[in-house]
């Protein structure tokens, strides 16, 4: 049975290289490599009445068969050239093109990915507290397509309230309705590599997840320069301090629990019930505070004043915030024994 590895690049609200590993008998598998490094699997059939309908499955954990989940539209069939345009059961849709890459032998392993001497470096880059002003995205863009030796067309993914909105960046800033400031913002910046595949470069800058720099090419020391330079660059627009804080400022949880388990021999079965609910109390705020700090600030209105400072402020805050939990910590002790000692005059107190 022969085999026909397809290569490409896929667009829209997915971006990432396309590997399609197509049989004989109109089956296949089709691979995304995302640029988070991971890696999407579909299986593939063509429609039996429409030969341009190629549809895509994946196996479900719970049941183990396949579920379908999407689709394909062959638009575009040219020798050794396909495209044409994808979409999701979870509304995700944009276009796809690939070419074919080799036809042979199936081997025991169809996977176009292994059988490719072609290997896709990714690099992820966390980034810290981010603030960004209008005037900030135009330096971020012409940032971006320096990266690049041929003319590029950056895509915003822009997140306002509960709808995405994908544009090119030009298009997007030029709008006349646009909203104050976003949560959530990712820019996407590609260009034809070797092999059919693509240079892709996703800035995401999100309040609600993690903001980083995901890089992806068959060039392994474009992808590290790139990703290294980008990070240098964003430095001056991020707090790594507030970053980590957000990141990892949960821990502070655990760590008063331990303190908590430390201390608790040292007291009667009363004063230990006061100490526990003290500190449930302090890790409610604490908890509570960490989803109050901001992770990134993008503020589109081109005359909101500049705060140069501001994207300390919650490192400052943290750090009050750290200084009060400490000190609130340490007297958690004398608290409860004043709080135990003032109950127990209280019940052993004659009654008049």
Not at 9 to 20: E, V
Not at 87 to 94: E, P, V, Y
Not at 137 to 162: C, M, N, Q, T, W
Not at 179 to 202: Q, R, Y
Request: net charge negative.
């Amino acid at each position: 049975m022969t085999q026909t590895h397809w290569v490409g690049g896929l667009n829209g609200s997915r971006i990432g290289n396309l590997y399609w590993a197509e049989e004989a008998d109109g089956t296949g598998s089709i691979f995304l490599g995302q640029t988070n490094g991971a890696t999407l699997k579909f299986s593939a059939r063509f429609d039996e009445d429409n030969a341009s309908q190629v549809h895509l499955d994946i196996v479900n954990a719970d049941r183990g068969d396949l579920e379908h989940v999407g689709s394909l539209e062959l638009l575009t069939h040219i020798q050794s050239f396909r495209a044409g345009t994808w979409s999701l059961n979870d509304g995700s849709a944009g276009t796809f093109e690939v070419v074919i890459k080799e036809i042979g032998r199936a081997t025991a392993t169809p996977n176009p990915l292994e059988r490719s001497q072609v290997q896709i470096a990714n690099k992820d880059v966390p980034l810290g507290a981010i603030t960004i002003y209008r005037s900030d995205l135009d330096r971020i863009i012409a940032e971006l397509e320096s990266y690049f030796d041929e003319p590029v067309v950056p895509i915003f993914r822009a997140k306002e309230g509960d709808q995405v909105t994908a544009r090119n960046a030009a298009e997007y800033l030029n709008r006349g309705d646009l909203p104050d400031k976003l949560k959530e913002l990712t820019i996407a910046v590609e260009s034809s590599a070797a092999h059919g595949l693509k240079k892709v470069i996703n800035l995401t800058l999100s309040d609600d997840l993690e903001s980083n720099i995901s890089v992806s090419s068959p060039d392994e020391l474009w992808t590290e320069a790139v990703a290294h330079r980008l990070n240098s660059f964003l430095q001056q627009f991020t707090s790594t301090f507030t970053g980590a804080l957000r990141r990892h400022g949960l821990n502070i949880n655990t760590v008063l629990l331990i303190v908590l388990l430390i201390m608790l021999p040292e007291f009667e079965f009363l004063e230990r019930i006061l100490i526990t609910a003290l500190t449930v109390c302090l890790m409610f705020v604490v908890f509570r505070s960490h989803k109050l700090v901001p992770f990134a600030r993008i503020y589109l209105d081109p005359d909101r004043v500049r705060k140069p400072y501001s994207k300390e402020l919650p490192s400052v805050i943290l750090g009050l915030m750290a200084t009060a939990l400490a000190a609130a910590l340490s007297t958690l002790p004398i608290i409860a024994e004043w709080i135990a000692s003032a109950y127990e005059a209280l019940t052993s107190a004659p009654l008049p």
